[in-house]
């Protein structure tokens, strides 16, 4: 499975950005799918998924009620999008997109339950 994650970029506080993030390859079944994020000098987090199944969705504390996470009505897209809305300067990182199979509820929010990742788009926020 290779991930393609685009729409980073530069924005003002207060402001809005959607990001992708394009699966392709031949893996068959379900994917559940996940938002990591890096800002620098920091670890890796987590900060939204989707179980594909149900589209049941989780997310962070800090991101929550300001990010959506969603994936495209038509499965065969493969797309799963972060809708960034209210952005802080604390959301400026590299953000990764992240898939998995199989993974129970209680480990969404840890990177090492997904087996395959993107190349990161930077988000920059200005205050």
């Known amino acids: 499975v290779q991930l393609q994650a685009c729409g980073g970029g530069l924005v003002q506080a207060g402001g809005s950005l959607t990001l992708s993030c394009v699966a392709s390859g031949r893996a068959s079944g379900r994917f559940d799918m996940g938002w990591f994020r890096q800002a620098p000098g920091k670890e890796r987090e987590f900060v939204a998924a989707l179980r594909w199944s149900s589209s049941h969705t989780f997310y962070t504390d800090s991101v929550k009620g300001r990010f959506t996470i969603s994936r495209d009505r038509d499965n065969a897209k493969k797309t799963v999008y972060l809708q960034m809305n209210s952005l802080k300067s604390d959301d400026t990182a590299v953000y990764y997109c992240?898939?998995?199979?199989?993974?129970?509820?209680?480990?969404?929010?840890?990177?090492?339950?997904?087996?395959?990742w993107g190349q990161g788009t930077l988000v920059t926020v200005s205050s």
């Open positions: 992240a898939a998995g199979q199989g993974i129970i509820i209680s480990a969404y929010r840890t990177a090492s339950s997904y087996a395959y």
